[in-house]
């Protein structure tokens, strides 16, 4: 591992291309395309949109719809030129563009943004300390409002702790351990846009976070709540057995309370074929979606397991999290080449190859998926609250 | 017509499933972005201000597209006028500099580890605790749970001598309640109770985090 080499920053491309999409009156400066962990978003403003990649923390690219506060937000970030250009975007459609941002402040929103992504499904999503280091960023960054909101929900945070007894934090690496000594069951986990946030808590390793049992008269799926979740909002979730490749929906349960934090769902359906998967839902109606879009979510989120061991090991080497990081970029790799991405397959092996040498990497398939991987990893210490976890065990 | 049946129609479309396709250049995707907009737009709380529904429709099934490899939605952020003050080094808000809010993070972060430690070691630092009453298995239970009372009030800001003595009688009301006990007697047992629970601190805590 190279952190002892200190941190590597982020940088961002100063070339974007500007295009116009004329179907949605939008113009969108991009640059290459985002790597294996997805990108997180940052709003500036009313009709501007950032969008870093959650691996390496660069600017990949800038969604801008017409009207002033976004216009405002181009030239107070890039300047009056790029402003001139987004202006004239129609007529000139494809070119490349200069921009010239403060590199503090394009770090700053990239972390900020990052934070945001990864703070929900974290094992410690309740800590103040989110916010408390969100609230710092946007200030970093110029966001004043944010900055402010933060402040606000960094007291709200406080005062749920305080309200449901949960200052400490959760064993994670206890109840990981029974978990993965549990599941006999289909692949299952919490992915977060299917359900309420702050309300079941999420593990470092994704499969950690249902225990999934076959039993003969159906399947068991238990899931453990955060510390004074919101009971109601849990009654209206369901484990769902669901086929993604014909997008059926082959059985439902509703959660019981099974006395703590631990709920549990019963599917009376038995014999699940080979290619299904268990998910919990908000919005049972919800249609299922396909093999390969769950594969690309579970694969960005084997990335996020990745990228916060390695934060992780940033200054302090521990051979535990650089195995875990190195786990979780291959099962990232396998989501990635089973949604049928051969370009972030391949960037999530040369991830792992960088931290695990001697593991084979495939040939890069394309040029930007060689040029991504030739670039200098990101190396930064952990976001606040994640100095808290403790590692699976 | 209702709504319902409107965008069922507008998802069989062949122009809007080739705009589809095009943009997620894969036909599962393609159909998974299509499945979310019919949802997320018959979800819309005001489907009567919508003036053009195909419009809409495109925009909405253009803009999942293009957020198919997004973690999380962003958080909007209300304002930029500070940006450009940054550029140019200025300070962007009013209210508490970096500095505070960096020392603020770190004094939590200290108190929450130190939580994670007094719950996590729990056995032994009871064993630390001396036996100083006729039941020692509660005593120590007492001040262990003092201890943590001392801890959340730490976190929240400063913690005085009296905040020690009112967690004190919360947590263990009969140090005070004894018929008869001297008042130097009794001094002497809130003093040592203090003590036992610093001892605790003193184990999970840095020394500049325990005010008295």
């Not at chain 1, 966001?143 to 934090?169: C, G, Q, V, Y």
Request: charged share 25%; aromatic share 4%.
């Amino acid at each position: 591992m190279s952190a002892a080499g200190g941190a590597v920053p982020v940088t961002y491309d100063r070339t974007l291309t500007l295009t116009y999409d004329e179907d949605v009156g939008q113009v969108v400066l991009e640059g290459l395309p985002c790597g294996p962990a997805g990108e997180a978003a940052l709003s500036l403003a009313d009709g501007i949109e950032l969008f870093f990649d959650c691996a390496d923390g660069r600017l990949s690219k800038v969604f801008i719809e017409a009207g002033e506060p976004a216009l405002a937000a181009v030239a107070g970030l890039f300047g009056a030129r790029a402003c001139a250009a987004v202006q004239r975007a129609p007529s000139s459609n494809g070119d490349p563009l200069t921009v010239v941002a403060e590199p503090q402040l394009v770090a700053a929103m990239s972390r900020l943004a990052r934070l945001d992504a990864v703070r929900f499904t974290s094992p410690v999503a309740d800590s103040p300390l989110w916010a408390v280091e969100a609230a710092h960023l946007a200030r970093q960054a110029g966001l004043a409002t944010r900055a402010d909101a933060e402040a606000r929900r960094d007291a709200a945070a406080i005062a749920h702790r305080r309200r449901s007894r949960s200052l400490a934090m959760p064993d994670v690496a206890a109840a990981d351990a029974r978990h993965a000594s549990t599941s006999n069951g289909p692949p299952g986990w919490l992915d977060p846009h299917l359900i309420p946030p702050g309300t079941f808590q999420h593990a470092v390793w994704p499969d950690d976070e249902l225990t999934i049992r076959t039993e003969k008269d159906g399947i068991l799926v238990e899931a453990r709540l955060v510390p004074g979740a919101d009971r109601q909002m849990v009654a209206r979730c369901h484990a769902r057995l669901v086929d993604p490749g014909n997008r059926t929906v082959i059985g439902t349960a509703p959660f019981v309370s099974l006395g703590d934090l631990r709920v549990q769902a019963e599917i009376r359906e038995r014999t699940p074929l080979s290619s299904t998967w268990v998910e919990v839902v908000e919005d049972v109606a919800r249609p299922v979606s396909s093999s390969q879009l769950h594969h690309i979510r579970r694969a960005m989120r084997w990335a996020q397991t990745a990228l916060s061991a390695v934060r992780q090991v940033c200054g302090l080497a521990d051979a535990e999290w650089v195995r875990l990081a190195a786990d979780a970029w291959g099962r990232c790799a396998d989501d990635w080449s089973a949604a049928g991405d051969q370009d972030r397959a391949y960037l999530a092996a040369v991830r792992r190859a960088a931290i695990c040498p001697g593991a084979a990497t495939p040939e890069e398939p394309s040029a930007w998926a060689k040029e991504v991987a030739g670039r200098s990893l990101l190396i930064e210490e952990p976001f606040l609250a994640e100095r808290l976890v403790t590692r699976p065990s | 017509m209702g709504l319902l049946d409107d965008l069922a129609k507008l998802v069989q479309d062949p122009a809007i499933r080739r705009l589809a396709e095009r943009r997620a250049r894969c036909h599962e995707l393609a159909e998974d972005a299509l499945q979310e907009t019919f949802r997320a737009v018959a979800q819309t709380r005001n489907p009567e201000a919508i003036e053009d529904l195909r419009a809409f429709f495109c925009k909405s099934l253009i803009h999942a597209i293009n957020r198919q490899l997004t973690l999380s939605a962003p958080i909007p952020a209300g304002d930029i006028a500070a940006i450009a003050d940054s550029r140019q080094g200025h300070s962007s808000s009013g209210t508490s500099p970096p500095a505070s809010v960096a020392d603020e993070a770190h004094r939590r972060l200290l108190a929450e580890a130190a939580l994670t430690r007094l719950e996590r070691d729990r056995a032994k630092l009871m064993a630390m605790v001396p036996a100083r009453s006729g039941d020692p298995r509660r005593y120590r239970r007492i001040i262990l749970a003092a201890a943590g009372t001392i801890l959340r009030l730490l976190f929240e800001g400063q913690v005085t001598m009296a905040d020690w003595n009112a967690v004190l009688r919360s947590e263990y009301p009969q140090l005070w309640d004894e018929p008869g006990l001297a008042h130097d007697a009794l001094y002497q047992r809130v003093s040592r109770a203090r003590a036992d629970i610093q001892l605790l601190l003193q184990v999970v805590l840095p020394r500049d985090l325990i005010a008295s």
